[in-house]
């Protein structure tokens, strides 16, 4: 069976401070996906990444960067220089084969950004 | 061309009624995901149309929950004899194929309370 944990249950940062949200998966496949939603206060959920497993990579799109590391089996999202607009709750998420769109979510983690 | 569109966004239904939730996939897509997410916890999955056909139903309840995605029109989810239990955000997800390395679009969800 597949499992996401996402550890952090709340995370208070100031603005402009780095702040890491950490993301631990489980599963017997070989091939699967890892996805970050955004859910911001209005509550729609808004796409951030998708990494395949064999691309380990890091990935970094302006103030945001994803550290997969399998052999941890871990996919991090760091947001870098915090802004009040970044206040939301960020959930991670697998998808493994023969399983067309379905995705398994971890919990969230809820960020607040403050002045 | 418009997103995945669900509504109501609020639904409030007294226990015994019945709830039906709507949604639009985006244009072109022909495969939709529902998903339910209970307070303050993670989205989990519930089951998986393609038109006319229910493909994976194995998150959904045993009783009083239904789901279909007829030829023409949205998917419905329906909730027969609602209970308090049943109050959560519903979001729909649609895709246009069943790949994994699909991405699935979600709606802004129904919020859907049980008075």
């Known amino acids: 069976a597949q499992k996401v944990t996402q550890a952090q249950t709340e995370i208070s940062v100031v603005e402009k401070e780095d702040v890491t949200l950490d993301c631990v998966y489980e599963t017997r496949d070989t091939t699967y996906y890892l996805f970050w939603y955004k859910q911001p206060p209005s509550g729609e959920l808004v796409f951030l990444i998708r990494?395949?497993?064999?691309?380990?990579q890091n990935e970094i799109s302006g103030r945001y960067s994803w550290n997969f590391q399998k052999s941890t089996s871990s996919f991090n999202f760091t947001i870098t220089a915090s802004q009040v607009v970044d206040s939301a709750v960020y959930f991670c998420a697998l998808r493994i084969p023969g399983t067309a769109s379905k995705l398994t979510f971890g919990t969230g983690t809820r960020l607040q950004v403050t002045l | 061309n418009a997103g995945v569109m669900q509504n109501p966004r609020h639904l409030v239904r007294r226990r015994g009624q019945e709830a039906r939730l709507r949604c639009s996939p985006m244009?072109?897509?022909?495969?939709v995901y529902w998903y339910r997410q209970l307070p303050e916890e993670g989205l989990k999955f519930m089951v998986y149309l393609q038109k006319e056909n229910i493909i994976d139903e194995s998150g959904m309840p045993k009783e009083r929950f239904s789901a279909e995605f007829p030829k023409e029109g949205p998917s419905i989810l329906r909730i027969q004899q609602v209970v308090r239990g049943d109050s959560a955000a519903y979001f729909c997800?649609?895709?246009?194929?069943?790949?994994?390395?699909?991405?699935?679009?979600f709606g802004q969800g129904t919020r859907l309370t049980v008075v």
């Open positions: 990494r395949n497993s064999f691309d380990e």
């Open positions: 244009k072109g897509h022909s495969h």
């Open positions: 997800a649609s895709s246009p194929w069943a790949t994994e390395n699909t991405e699935a679009f």
